[in-house]
């Protein structure tokens, strides 16, 4: 018997279906974790449910979650969990639901593969290539939001210590001085956000070190390290608050500087190749008409 392109197509179909349907029904056989507190994930959650095409996904990215709640591992879970943090609490999904994201996304860059094989069977390689790439894309927008969270925090710190060494400057406490940044600065967002959860930690009764530590762990980049080991030297040696907080800020101001004038420098090294590109590519968009016309022009004489 001859086996035509249709007999392949449905063997494509039928081998897709045993790998899908396989995992999917070993992951919703498995048993499922309890819902924890969201917390400050749940206040991100219900902003980004204002979106409407993240709202219509919210529910199958739940359903998808509980159903791999039980196959992370303790190790990756935790992991997850940081490089959520480290994000902002993202979109305030939780480790099971950035894990279905995961799926989701392989699952659908798998079935676009499929479509295409079906399609035109010289195509059947984009359904192990699309699963990858869709299982990679959660992952590549997360990483993203933690680089400009980082990003963002880094540049607005400076601005938010100084506003915080004038109003204690002016009479105001700790927790009131972050108040004023939170409540009335024009600092950006992701600043706003971590300032305004230091700012809920001590409503909640926490001492300033315990809070200070948090933010360490919360945004560990050189910048946030440094402001809150300079608080917490100030509050073991009884020295004022406001003081170190000024230190602080200029010592912030003159790092940001620095850093503005070697990426400057880098990038005079970063234009040659793509200079040298553009002029090459110029040069022979100019001479190759030239010597078309100019071989035109000498073979009309002749």
């Given at each position: 018997m001859n086996v035509t392109v249709w007999h392949w197509r449905i063997i494509l179909i039928a081998f897709t279906a045993i790998i899908t349907g396989g995992p999917a029904l070993w992951m919703a056989l498995r048993?499922?974790?309890?819902?924890?507190?969201?917390?400050?994930?749940?206040?991100?959650?219900?902003?980004?449910?204002?979106?409407?095409?993240?709202?219509?996904l919210d529910p199958l990215v739940r359903w998808m979650g509980l159903r791999v709640s039980g196959?992370?591992?303790?190790?990756?879970?935790?992991?997850?969990?940081?490089?959520?943090?480290?994000?902002?609490?993202?979109?305030?999904?939780?480790?099971?639901?950035?894990?279905?994201?995961?799926?989701?996304?392989?699952?659908?860059?798998?079935?676009?593969?499929?479509?295409?094989?079906?399609?035109?069977?010289?195509?059947?390689?984009?359904?192990?290539?699309?699963?990858?790439?869709?299982?990679?894309?959660?992952?590549?927008?997360?990483?993203?939001?933690?680089?400009?969270?980082?990003c963002a925090i880094n540049r607005g710190l400076p601005y938010a210590i100084d506003l915080m060494a004038l109003s204690m400057s002016a009479g105001l406490d700790?927790?009131?001085?972050l108040s004023q940044?939170?409540?009335?600065?024009?600092?950006?967002?992701a600043l706003k956000d971590e300032l305004g959860y230091i700012l809920q930690q001590f409503h909640l009764g926490r001492t300033r070190a315990q809070v200070l530590?948090?933010?360490?762990?919360?945004?560990?980049?050189?910048?946030?390290?440094?402001?809150?080991?300079?608080?917490?030297?100030?509050?073991?040696?009884?020295?004022p608050v406001a003081s170190a907080l000024e230190i602080q800020a200029s010592t912030a101001r003159v790092r940001r500087a620095n850093l503005a004038e070697t990426a400057a420098s880098d990038m005079r090294g970063k234009m040659v190749m793509p200079t040298m590109m553009i002029i090459g590519v110029s040069m022979t968009l100019i001479a190759i008409p030239s010597t078309m016309m100019i071989d035109k022009i000498t073979g009309g004489m002749k």
């Amino acid at each position: 018997m001859n086996v035509t392109v249709w007999h392949w197509r449905i063997i494509l179909i039928a081998f897709t279906a045993i790998i899908t349907g396989g995992p999917a029904l070993w992951m919703a056989l498995r048993p499922t974790r309890a819902a924890s507190r969201l917390g400050m994930r749940g206040l991100k959650r219900q902003r980004a449910l204002l979106n409407p095409t993240w709202a219509a996904l919210d529910p199958l990215v739940r359903w998808m979650g509980l159903r791999v709640s039980g196959i992370l591992a303790e190790k990756t879970r935790t992991k997850i969990d940081q490089n959520l943090t480290y994000a902002g609490d993202f979109m305030g999904i939780t480790c099971d639901e950035y894990a279905a994201m995961l799926v989701l996304s392989g699952l659908a860059g798998a079935a676009l593969g499929g479509i295409v094989a079906f399609i035109d069977g010289r195509f059947i390689f984009l359904v192990p290539v699309l699963l990858v790439v869709g299982c990679a894309f959660p992952h590549v927008i997360v990483d993203n939001a933690r680089v400009e969270r980082f990003c963002a925090i880094n540049r607005g710190l400076p601005y938010a210590i100084d506003l915080m060494a004038l109003s204690m400057s002016a009479g105001l406490d700790f927790p009131g001085a972050l108040s004023q940044v939170v409540h009335k600065a024009k600092a950006n967002e992701a600043l706003k956000d971590e300032l305004g959860y230091i700012l809920q930690q001590f409503h909640l009764g926490r001492t300033r070190a315990q809070v200070l530590k948090e933010l360490a762990a919360r945004v560990p980049i050189e910048a946030v390290s440094e402001f809150v080991h300079a608080l917490l030297q100030a509050e073991e040696r009884g020295t004022p608050v406001a003081s170190a907080l000024e230190i602080q800020a200029s010592t912030a101001r003159v790092r940001r500087a620095n850093l503005a004038e070697t990426a400057a420098s880098d990038m005079r090294g970063k234009m040659v190749m793509p200079t040298m590109m553009i002029i090459g590519v110029s040069m022979t968009l100019i001479a190759i008409p030239s010597t078309m016309m100019i071989d035109k022009i000498t073979g009309g004489m002749k």
